[in-house]
């Protein structure tokens, strides 16, 4: 089985951009869970998304943003980038039943 | 607001040497999760723990999580340089994927 994949792997954007990242999950996984990782807060949960509905959600503010389509597949959004999110973006792919996390390798997004 | 606290926050040592990392917490988690991450990676899954008191082995590994099923620990027995990386403890509330992470601990095995 093919792992968790996540694009772009790197991103330089400046302040006050958007940006786009997606993810595509293990087949069959249908829950999405997408991660902010900095060297100052650690690991911080975003969001999870479970068959196209966001199921729960961390203490980000509204600029953050995620979806999930039908194919399980996910996009997470971020609007008026800020210098603070500069971060390396995790999503995880669940595995139902057993709650197994597997990670992709992240999208490492610069804010300048 | 639940907090998973990670002791020590850096570890270094010489092969061969045992060492014993801790993850405390005042809150309860239905599992416990350990993950090790390497530079420019995500974190890969060492562990899950349901039941408190429990105890896992996998190798030189030993997991435990505690009673009231608030903290736990992962003993290595004679580290290798293999076993350098970031580990990461996470906890669940029952019925959720929504995980905690801990503040993570970075250990360094020197050969």
């Known amino acids: 089985k093919a792992g968790v994949t996540q694009t772009p792997r790197y991103l330089i954007k400046t302040r006050g951009q958007q940006v786009t990242l997606s993810c595509s999950p293990i087949?069959?996984?249908?829950?999405v869970s997408w991660y902010q990782q900095t060297p100052g807060q650690g690991l911080q949960f975003l969001f999870e998304y479970f068959s196209e509905t966001q199921r729960n959600k961390g203490n980000f503010p509204g600029r953050f943003s995620g979806r999930q389509f039908s194919n399980s597949r996910s996009e997470m959004n971020v609007s008026t980038l800020e210098l603070g999110d500069s971060a390396l973006y995790l999503c995880?792919?669940?595995?139902?039943?057993?709650?197994?996390?597997?990670f992709g390798p992240g999208t490492r997004l610069t804010v300048t | 607001t639940q907090l998973l606290e990670q002791s020590p926050q850096f570890l270094s040592i010489q092969e061969g040497e045992n060492l014993t990392v801790y993850c405390n917490s005042s809150?309860?988690?239905?599992?416990l999760q350990w993950y090790r991450q390497e530079p420019g990676e995500g974190p890969v899954l060492l562990v899950t723990?349901?039941?408190?008191?429990e105890v896992k082995k996998l190798k030189r590994l030993t997991f435990q999580f505690g009673d009231a099923r608030k903290d736990s620990s992962l003993h290595i027995t004679a580290a290798q340089t293999g076993d350098t990386g970031l580990y990461l403890c996470a906890g669940a509330t029952s019925g959720t994927y929504k995980y905690i992470f801990g503040t993570g601990t970075r250990l360094k095995v020197l050969a």
């Open positions: 087949s069959g996984h249908r829950s």
């Open positions: 809150s309860v988690f239905s599992s």
């Open positions: 995880a792919s669940t595995e139902t039943g057993t709650g197994r996390q597997y």
């Open positions: 723990v349901v039941t408190g008191g």
